[in-house]
């Protein structure tokens, strides 16, 4: 049977408009790759539209946990490392890791500060946290010294590490904890040295962390 509606050479797109119709395909494409696509996944706004519709805060939060986890899996690779070989070595267990070392800065704010009757110290000190900022309070203490201590976050949860440094050991770790509104319970210096808390507020909302601190320390700093 013949075909009774035969495709006329004129009924298919010409070549110009094939090329029309790839150039504006194209131009869409990278218009959603700079407005969301980048500001989503990336946090890279250069048109700054993402930031108005929301796109961009979403990418930093991602690239921020994606940095936060790839450190703290080298750091715990790293903290492995070193103890192999301390322990091959039969000395002291020391951990290299990214906190600075205790330094001449000024002490904390500290709302109220003393001396227990037992020659002890004793303070409260309260550390505000923006979003994604971190803060450090280090104790200078002697080896074997306790302190009986408790700190909870107001706003909002933080992450937190509870470690300690002195000269020639960069890194000796206590604890550590993600997403946490408090702790408590008694630090023992495994060393002369420093140790304390570092406090990083990963949310949207500023937090107020507390920190009660009372036994045998010589000094408190903000690191």
């Known amino acids: 049977m013949p075909d009774l509606n035969p495709v006329q050479g004129n009924d298919l797109p010409s070549s110009s408009a094939l090329l029309r119709s ?18 989503a996944e990336y946090g890279i706004d250069p048109t700054r539209i993402g930031r ?4 961009t805060e979403m990418g930093e939060i991602k690239m921020s946990l994606a ?3 790839a ?27 990214p906190v600075a070392p205790l330094s001449a800065a000024g002490p904390a704010t500290t709302p109220t500060a003393g001396t227990s009757p037992a020659g002890l110290s004793s303070h409260v000190t309260e550390i505000v946290l923006a979003p994604n900022e971190g803060k450090e309070i280090k104790l200078v203490m002697r080896k ?14 933080v992450n937190y590490d509870t470690h300690a440094d002195a000269p020639g050991i960069s890194y000796h770790g206590y604890a550590k904890g993600t997403g946490k509104q ?3 319970g008694v630090l023992v210096a495994a060393f002369d ?28 700093k903000r690191m």
Do not use: M
Not at 71 to 97: L, M, Q
């Open 22 to 39: 790839t150039i504006i395909a194209a131009a869409v494409a990278l218009v959603l790759l700079v407005t969301v696509v980048l500001p």
């Open 52 to 55: 108005v519709l929301g796109l």
């Open 67 to 69: 940095k936060e986890a």
């Open 71 to 97: 450190t703290a899996d080298s750091t715990e690779a790293a903290a492995s490392a070193a103890v192999v070989n301390t322990v091959a070595a039969s000395g002291p267990e020391t951990v290299p890791g």
């Open 144 to 157: 074997d010294a306790r302190v009986t201590y408790s700190w909870l976050s107001s706003g909002g949860v």
């Open 182 to 184: 408090s702790d408590d």
């Open 193 to 220: 040295g420093a140790h304390g808390w570092f406090w990083r507020n990963r949310g949207r909302e500023t937090v107020t962390v507390t920190l009660r601190t009372n036994g045998d320390y010589q000094e408190l």
